[in-house]
């Protein structure tokens, strides 16, 4: 509630004051038929009985309402709650300090928790081989932040099932050159 009573839209235009935080069942209510909204979710599982009201109110199809998180736990509770809805567990391959999980690893995790694939940064570290191991367990495979068109191809080639971006047209253009 108290979110709601921001004003989200002045600081971009004096004609956008007034503009409030739309809810998630507000913000569903605009994806065009079609087209899927991803749903990261930051927070833990304990939001997920809420979630699953929300997703289960509006009138998109669970192909797309996919959910994305970096805690297994959130991957594990949407997948038992809803096991029709996509759920990909965000990981890395580039960890500070430590050392860097296996393919095998990863997809023994995403299995255990039931997600329907993985989704990485756009790093060097992601290679031909991380992303076949994926592929051949039968999970798919996404790829976070990409602008650049090179590493765009780069993750193309790989065979990656999506990628996300800041510049869906510009990019859409560029892959397609």
Known sequence: PELRLLDVGKWKNPKFAGEKIPTLDEMLATVPDGKAAYIEVKCGPEIVPELTRVLKATKLKPAQLPVISFNAAVIAAVKAARPDIPAYWLVSLDRKGAKPPTAAEL????????????????????????????????????????????????????????????????LREQLAK
Not at 116 to 122: K, M, Q
Not at 124 to 140: H, I, R, T
Not at 141 to 152: G, R
């Open 107 to 170: 997809i023994a995790k995403a299995k255990e928790l039931r997600a329907d694939g993985l989704d990485h940064p756009a790093t060097a570290s992601l290679n031909e081989a991380f992303a076949a191991e994926v592929k051949k367990a039968g999970l798919k495979l996404y790829v976070w932040t990409v602008n650049d068109a090179a590493v765009a191809k780069r993750m193309a080639k790989l065979g990656v099932d999506g990628i996300t971006t800041d510049r869906p047209a510009w």
